[in-house]
């Protein structure tokens, strides 16, 4: 059986990237692909458990001060057991999948949000995750003070609603000022793989934008009609 197909969507939170793998996956899933989603951390018994904890802003409460470079450990603790139990498994199966967030994110966040840099988290993604890199990467950066309102905004309704993943949208603009710098960096430097859609356009938009790259990239999985 043919490998399957690996696609990542990144950005920040309120960057609209949640919405457009879901629509991604009801599309592919429409036309006959077997398509599996899921996000980071989290999607393994063992990931939602570290999602609890580096996410929930009072984790910090309950157990002290989280180090940085504590917190890299822990992401890539939920991304090796995400690659063991799922994506690994599901490639092998042929299927397409769909993941929300990867190590661009830990370079983004912990590499240029907390200030550990690149190199460490690229060894730690040779040595965990045996360097396995999606076949695409799909990066939605539009402008930063927006999307950061819309995390913001997002997360004090579902904390009113019991669920705190409020931890990280507590951080300075400058720390958010760092991760959308390293994403850029990031997008330039692996450009074969990542490509950015900055614009700041209604949902529908974004999603054709989406539909188009991914039959460019992936014939395989050519979304034209």
């Known amino acids: ?50 999602r609890s904890v580096v996410l929930d802003s009072r984790s910090e409460a ?29 490639l092998e199966a042929g299927s397409v999948v769909l993941c929300d967030r990867f190590t661009d994110s830990s370079e983004a966040y912990q590499g240029g949000g907390r200030e550990l840099g690149s190199e460490r988290v690229l060894a730690l993604h040779a040595a965990v995750c045996d360097n396995l890199q999606p076949d695409l990467t799909i990066l939605l950066l ?47 430097r692996d450009g074969g793989r990542v490509v950015t859609i900055a614009d700041e356009a209604p949902i529908p938009v974004i999603e054709a934008k989406i539909a188009a790259l991914v039959a460019e990239r992936i014939p395989a999985l050519s979304l034209a009609r």
């Open 142 to 188: 539009p402008p930063l003070e927006p999307s950061l309102l819309r995390a913001r905004s997002r997360n004090q309704r579902h904390a009113a609603a019991g669920t705190d993943e409020n931890r990280f949208e507590r951080e300075s603009e400058d720390f958010y000022r760092r991760i959308y710098a390293k994403y850029q960096e990031i997008a330039d």
């Open 62 to 90: 309950a157990l002290g001060a989280i180090s940085p470079i504590s917190e890299l450990a822990l992401m890539f603790a939920d991304r090796a057991q995400a690659i063991s139990e799922i994506i690994l498994p599901a």
């Open 1 to 50: 059986m043919p490998r399957g197909f690996f696609i990542t969507f990144e950005g920040l939170d309120g960057s609209g990237k949640t919405t457009q793998l879901r629509r991604l996956a009801a599309t592919l899933t429409a036309q006959g692909h077997s398509v599996v989603t899921l996000r980071q951390p989290g999607g393994t018994a063992l990931g939602d458990r570290i």
